[in-house]
């Protein structure tokens, strides 16, 4: 069966000034795919995330997201994702009904399709009781479930996930992995940094970041066959200690 390309970057670079954040990376996502992109602090992740958004213009370089030009089509390619970042994306001041309609509206849902998604979220979650509830007083789990569910809300063709289990707790952290299996299963593809190497496990395809470049991109029992090592820690830690830049 023949893949679906969803995210192609070829060359993608982005400097500022002299200094260059992301330096000719290429590769290539598929639909439904669970593709890890780590890297440790400094190496670029964010940078590239924020171009593969649509988010800021590469200095040169092309990206190809879920069909549209990350140059020419930026609106259009914010329309077709969700976002979810490492610090809490959604109003805390705000019930989670509240919240699931404000962010609906924004992914721009039709009144009907809105009132059918937000009751299927609030019922898969099991939040029926506490609908009414404001988002401050749940746990930092719960509020991290829900905001990748408002994330996809729309069923977007791509949800960039930015370090999104920082913090939380092991059970709940695996919890979450189960909701990203969901969305993949359904078609969305998962592009995700973390900083948690066993979570790399879980991605069928990873790539690590170094100095801006992508330092080795593979499955991760076929990059810890190619280092010789035990874990993702250990290929992690590997390709680290080679950065050059603080």
Excluded at 54 to 69: E, H, Q
Aim: proline share 2%.
């Amino acid at each position: 069966m023949e893949t679906e390309t969803v995210i192609k970057a070829v060359d993608l670079t982005k400097k500022f000034g002299n200094f260059t954040a992301v330096d000719n990376i290429s590769f290539e996502v598929n639909k439904g795919e669970i593709f890890g992109f780590l890297g440790a602090n400094g190496a670029g992740k964010t940078t590239a995330m924020r171009m593969l958004c649509g988010l800021s213009k590469p200095t040169s370089g092309v990206a190809n997201i879920a069909g549209f030009d990350v140059y020419t089509e930026t609106e259009k390619i914010k329309s077709h994702i969700g976002y979810m970042s490492q610090k809490f994306s959604l109003y805390e001041d705000l019930t989670i009904a509240e919240n699931i309609n404000f962010f609906g509206g924004i992914y721009g849902l039709s009144d009907k399709e809105l009132k059918e998604q937000s009751n299927s979220l609030i019922e898969k979650l099991d939040l029926s009781k506490n609908a009414n509830k404001l988002v401050g007083e749940l746990p930092l789990g719960w509020k991290q479930k829900l905001a990748f569910s408002v994330a996809i809300i729309h069923k977007p063709s791509i949800v960039f996930l930015d370090e999104p289990t920082g913090g939380v707790d092991p059970i709940t952290r695996r919890q979450f992995w189960d909701m990203i299996y969901d969305a993949a299963e359904s078609g969305i593809t998962i592009f995700i940094t973390t900083h948690y190497m066993d979570e790399a496990e879980y991605c069928n395809r990873v790539s690590m970041m170094v100095d801006g470049k992508i330092a080795a991109l593979d499955s991760p029992s076929n990059l810890k066959e190619q280092y010789g090592a035990a874990t993702m820690d250990d290929v992690f830690y590997y390709l680290a200690r080679q950065a050059k830049r603080s």
